[in-house]
Structure formats: C-alpha cells, structure tokens
C-alpha cells in the first residue's frame, strides 16, 4: 500500500458491506482492490483496522534496526542455529494462486538481506503467497493459501508439499510444531458464504487431518506451542486470546484484549507477544497483565523472536519492511 492511499471501508452491523481502494497501478504493482480488501480482512478485524490503522504514524518506539527492499513481508521466523531470519513476501494477492511468493533470507547482526531462499517460479519451486511459518531442524515449514509446503534452509528446496484442499482449506495463516512433532495450521478463512475457517489442521508424515474446527476459534491466525504449558496459544479474529489442548474439543480464554490479532510467541519467561491490527500495537503479556509495548504499527504481522539478542521482528505488510525492538 503506498504512504499516500489507504482502504475506505464501509461497516454495517452485519460486517463488510462494501469497500472504496484508489490506487494508482505504478503505485505498487499487483497491489489490487481485492488484495487491499483481503489483507486487511483476513489479518485485522475491519472495523478496527480502517479506524486506528495509520501508516504514516511512527512506531512510539524506535526500532533498533529496519530491513527494507521486502513486498509484501507477512512472517518472521529466526533461525538461532545459523543466526538468520527467513522472512515470507506474499508479492500481491493473498489468495491467488500466482506462484510469485517468496523466502529471503536476512542476516541477524547486521538486518540485511542475504539472499533468497525460495522463490516461486525458480528452479521448480511453487510459492504463491506464503504467510506463516516454523522451523524444525532444517526444515521450514510454510502455510501457503491452501497448502502446506516444506522447504531445507540450507539450500531452498522442496521437501514436501501437503494439499489441504479436500479438508477445506482456503486461507492457511500460520504454523507451529506441536508437542507431539505434528505441524499445526490455522485456517481464517474467507468472508464468503462457502468458507467459515475456523480451523486448526494438523499434519504429520504427510497426512493432513482437521485438529479442531469450531466457531468458538473465531477464525484463528497467530499460533505457537507453548512448551512449558503443554498448550497451544491462539491469536485470532476475536477479543480474546486463547489456548488450546489437543484433544480438547474447544479453545479456553486467556485474557480479552483490542482483538484482531495476527503473530504470537511465547518467551523463554513465559511472557508472551502479540500484535493487533485493531490498535496497531505489539503487545506484552506478563503475569496476566498485557500491556502495550510499541504502539503506531500499521499492519504488524506474524513477529518472530532472537533469542540470542533478545530482539522481536515486527513485519510491516503494508510497508514492505521488517522492524526489529527490544524486549525489555
């Protein structure tokens, strides 16, 4: 989205009832309407995001560094092993099938971009719009719309490539590894009436299966193990964050909050990170008490954390750019 155009949307009780983009096209090639529409639904609740989102607002923190030159950044995930993060470019619309995604790689001391990792089009690999992901091993782990993909770190090739179609997936938003080695996805979903999302997918030794599909998800988005607790945490759509058991066949509250959710991990600590599009703000949870800890950051997407340096990774979607904060 360029610094000049933002999305007018119009809200009824009942929710979108329509929307008004202008954008010229030289603006940001293959940021269309229906990009601006889906980026901000599926990853912000409406009427939040058009009413306190303002991507000409600093962050009321300096960030201790900024990676640019990205499109479309959507996750972060920092790899302590070889000290990088890989960092997911959707490159346009977040539910088209255009195989023009991508993986870079940046280098964590010095927040620069190494190179790519995986780029869809290029040396067979296929990549449209990838947002979440997790790491295990050498492997990273990619939703992409509607398909789990598995890439090797070391050289960007495709390890496995798992279709959730047949279990109705239509907007895979973020991954996590399980307790149990499972990969774990949550599914949005879209604002139509063939798709409620409101899923968690697992899959393990290539065969995807529905973990949990309820309302009570209201159309899930950040997801991370919580080792120590044996549970899932959830960030979805809704007021509330949640957790969840395997096993268990609903989500349990944690603690309400401004809602439209997007990434979330838990530290070392036990304290915990989410960002919000409703209140544009990386939020801290510490001893049950979330408190906000950078505000004015206009489409804060899926964070990812150093645990060497003690740094947390904010992608800027709608600016194309990755900021890095320290946690206090």
């Known amino acids: 989205m360029g610094k000049n155009h933002s999305p007018q949307i119009v ?3 009942h929710g979108l009832e329509r929307y008004d983009y202008h954008m010229p096209n030289s603006a940001h090639p293959g940021f269309s309407p229906r990009t601006a529409l889906a980026v901000i639904f599926m990853t912000a609740w409406l009427a939040a995001c058009s009413s306190h989102s303002d991507t000409k607002s600093p962050p009321s923190v300096s960030p ?17 092993a070889r000290d990088v993060y890989y960092v997911s470019n959707i490159n346009g619309d977040p539910a088209a099938h255009d195989g023009n995604g991508s993986i870079v790689v940046v280098d964590a001391d010095s927040y620069r971009i190494l190179r790519p990792l995986v780029q ?20 990273l782990w990619v939703a992409d ?3 789990l993909r ?3 770190v070391r050289d960007g090739h495709t390890l496995e490539t798992v279709s959730l179609t047949r279990l109705g997936a239509t907007f895979l938003n973020d991954v996590t590894v399980g ?6 996805i949550t599914d949005t979903g879209r604002n139509d009436s063939a798709s409620t999302g409101s ?6 030794a290539r065969l995807p299966r529905v973990a949990l599909a309820t309302p009570e998800l209201s159309a899930p988005n950040g997801i991370t193990w919580d080792a120590q607790g044996q549970r899932f945490l959830l960030a979805p759509g809704g007021k509330e964050i949640q957790t969840w058991v395997p096993g268990e066949p609903a989500p349990v509250p944690l603690m309400n909050g401004p809602g439209g959710y997007d990434g979330i991990e838990v530290l070392a600590n036990r304290s915990i990170l989410v960002t919000s599009w409703a209140d544009s703000t990386l939020h801290l949870i510490r001893a049950g008490v979330m408190s906000p800890l950078v505000r004015g950051l206009s489409g804060p997407a899926d964070i990812g954390v150093d645990t060497r340096r003690n740094i947390v990774a904010v992608p800027r979607l709608l600016l194309d750019r990755v900021e890095y904060f320290r946690i206090p």
């Open 11 to 13: 809200l009824s009780p």
């Open 64 to 80: 201790v560094a900024t990676t640019t030159g990205l499109s479309h950044p959507e996750s972060v995930r920092y790899d302590s």
């Open 120 to 139: 869809g089009g290029v040396n067979g690999a296929r990549l449209s719009a990838p947002k979440g992901m997790a790491l295990s091993g050498d492997t």
């Open 145 to 147: 719309i509607d398909t």
């Open 150 to 152: 598995a890439f090797d």
């Open 179 to 184: 307790g149990d080695g499972a990969v774990y």
């Open 199 to 204: 899923a968690i997918f697992r899959v393990h």
